[in-house]
C-alpha cells in the first residue's frame, strides 16, 4: 500500500493509503472468449479486448476483470490452467496482454486478472508430475489423492460430489498399469483440487500472484476463494436438497438463511482465510493499491464479510444480492443486510447482478415457478422467460443497482440488455455441466454468447469474419452496440447516463437513507444528492418532488410505472 508522509513532524505524520478506488469502483467483466475477436477465428482475444477498450472508457467504467486467459485445454473454458504464468495460444501472447494492459491504463481504466488456486488443469505439468511419481510421492502431496475404499480400493474415498455434477472423485492407472489411487476433483475431472495444506503449493501461488503483479496487474478475482481448504479426514457429507451447487442457498427467501453448521466440508472452511492473509501481504509490497476479489458463495452476508476482513481481501462479491428475487420486502432486506455485514468489517459492500456463470438478468428477472431453479452454477434447463418483461426489470434493477454505495460489477453485454440464449443446439454446447448431467442441467453457455458491436457485419461485429464459437441468435441484430450508440431510450444510454450520475453525484461513497411509505413494492432511498425510487410492483406510482435524472422508462409527468426506476435530485 502506499504511504505518503507530508513532511510533518513524525508523532503527527497522516497516513494515506493509496485511493482505495476499489471501494466505489464500477468493475466490468470481461470473457475473453466472447468479448471480441481479433483474428476472425470465431474465439475472442486480447488483441480483440484492447480495440474495444475505447468503448468501455465511453461506457465510462473504473477496471476490468477479465476471465481467464492463461494457457489451458480448456475443458472448463479456460478455469482449468495449465500454465499460470502465460497466454494461451488462442487468446494471444504476454506481449499482447503487456500491450492491452498499457493500453487500459492510458485509457484511465484498471486490469485485474483471474486467480484459480482451487484447482489446476490434469495437463499441469504439477499434476503430470503428481500422476508419474506415484503414491506416496511429494509430488501427489500437491493435490488431493487417496486410496479408495472397499477391498480392491474400487470405491471413491468418500460421497463428494461434483459441482458440475457426478462423482467428486476419478480413479487414475499407476504407472505399473494397474487401477489406482483417486484424486478429488470439485469441477470436471480435468480440474483435479490442489492441497492447500502443503507449503509447496502456497510457495507456488505467492510466485504466480508477483508474477502478474510484477506485470502491473491492479488485482486479482480469486476463483472459489471458499473452496481452498477441506475439512480434515474428508468426511461424507450430502448437500440439502435446496442448496446452491456453489454452497449459497439457491433462491434467498425473507427469513431462510443456511444453517453455517451445515456447510459442506469442502466450502468455507475457517482455514481458507490465513492464505489470504498471506497473499495481503504479498499485494501490500506493491505500491498502487492492488486487490483482491474473492468468489465465495457462503451464506449468510456476515460470513461473506469475513472474507473482507481489514487483513484479508478488499471485496467479495455479494451473490445474495444476484440471488435475490425482484421485490421490495428482498431487496430491502439485502441492501440492509449487505451494507450492515460489510461495514462491520470495514470493507465496501459489492452488488452483481450477472457474470459468466448464472442466467442473464435480462433474462433471469422474469423466471417463474420451477424455472427459479436457474440460479447458479450450471442452471436447470430454463423455458422461456418473457422477454419484454425481462429487459424492463433488467433495466430497473441495473439502475436500482448502480445507485447503491460500494463498488458493482457488470457482466459484459448487460449494458446492452443482452438476454440468456436458451435456445443453443446442443450440438453447440461446451459446459461441462451438460456433459457431466448428461443435459439435465444445461449449464452457462447462454451467457457466454459472443457479443454484438455492429448489427449489420458478419458475428454481428464480434470479429471479422463470421465465425463465433457459440451461435449468435438473430436479436443480436437489434441489440448490438452500435445500433444502440446515441439512442437515448437505449440499455447502452441508460448505463452511460448511470455511470456518468453515480460518478458525478459521488454515489459509490455515499449512504442509503430509506424513503418509506410509497408501498411494500417499492424501493426508495437517498443517497447524498440523488433520491432513488424503484417500483418493483404492476402498479404505478406517483414519484415524490424533485427533478427526475434518470428513468430507466420513459416517463409521463410524476407516473413512475411497474418494474421502473428513477432516479431524483434530492
Ligand atoms: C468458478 C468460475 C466458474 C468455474 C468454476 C471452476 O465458479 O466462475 O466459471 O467453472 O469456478 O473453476
Redesign the pocket.
Known sequence: MEALSFGIPCSKVFVMTGSEWWRTAVIYQIYPRSFADSNGDGMGDLAGIESRLPALRDLGIDAIWLSPFYTSPQR??G?DVADYCDVDPLFGTLDDFASLQATAHNLGIRVIVDL?P??SSSDHPWFQAALAAGPGSAERGHYIFRDGKGVNGQLPPNNWESVFGGLAWTRVMEADGTPGQWYLHL?DSS?PDFDWQSPWVREQFRDVLRFWLDRGADGFRV??AHGMIKAAGLPDYTPPADGGS?GGATVLEPGVVADPAATAPYWAQPGVHEIYRDWRLVLDEYPGDRILAA?AWVDPLSHVAEWVRPDEMHQAFNFAYLETLWGGPALRRVIDDSLAAFSAVGAPSTWVLS???VVRHASRLALTGDNLQGHG?GPKTVGLPDAVVGLRRARAASALMLALPGSSYLYQGEELGLPEVVDLPDSAREDPTWFRTNGERYG?DGCRVPLPWVGSAPSYGFGPTAASWLPQPAIWGELARDVQEGVPTSTLELYKLALRLRREHGLGLGSVSWLNGLGDAVVAFTNGSVTVVANTGAASITLPAGEVLLASEPLTGRTLPGDTTAWLRA
Do not use: K, S
Open positions: 472448463d473454458a478455469y484459480v482451487n484447482h469441477f480440474q476463483d472459489v456453489m468468489e457474470n459468466h456463470d452454477i452457462r
